[in-house]
């Protein structure tokens, strides 16, 4: 099985399907991203990329209301912060790393600062 995101008109990720293999090959029995998405299009009409869960595919698997970035071949999840910001891996960063201690932390956007959660 292919899974496919739809995109709007800002490369936004509005769903994501399940499309069976034989709906994404060749008549050698290849897939082909062209021919999933066509399909979807056929379907659906719309714009659609392949993502796939193991992120071999486009960095991320997408999720509604991700972003597809066609310079960097990605889907970028929302921004969590505004502080944050986006990585070579399309990840977003802190602005200061999280420390290693074993504790539980939550970013403080007002403070700029790692919070720990107390139990």
Known sequence: M????ELDSNNIVLR???VD?????DASGVEKEHIGAAFCERLFGGTWKQ???NGT????YAGVGYAY???RDAFIPPQPYPSWTLDDNANWQPPVAMPTDG???SWD???QQWVANDA
């Open 103 to 105: 504790k539980m932390y």
């Open 109 to 111: 956007e007002q403070t």
């Open 51 to 53: 993502t796939s869960y």
């Open 2 to 5: 292919a899974h496919f995101a």
């Open 69 to 71: 970035n066609a310079v």
């Open 57 to 60: 595919i486009r960095k991320h």
């Open 16 to 18: 994501v399907i399940v």
């Open 21 to 25: 293999n034989k709906d994404t090959s």
